[in-house]
């Protein structure tokens, strides 16, 4: 039997690109791997692999491109 969606099961599997970078500005500017995993509705784990670069490579020079640019 498949499992049915709960209302409020918003949880994703992964990040996207585009958020690996924003959780490196995330982290940059304090925030938590929990907290920032909250806050793209995944598990705290997508953040880690994101953080360790085993994700996404590339993101971390990305987001240090933009955050010289904001600076």
Known sequence: ???RKAANDN???SVTYDEAIEV???SWAGHYQHAIA???GVN????SEVLKE???IGSRAAAEKLRKKSA
Do not use: N
């Open 1 to 3: 039997m498949k499992r």
């Open 24 to 26: 490196w500005l995330m």
């Open 11 to 13: 949880h994703k599997t």
């Open 54 to 56: 085993k994700k996404h």
């Open 38 to 40: 909250a806050h793209f």
């Open 44 to 47: 705290s784990g997508r953040v």
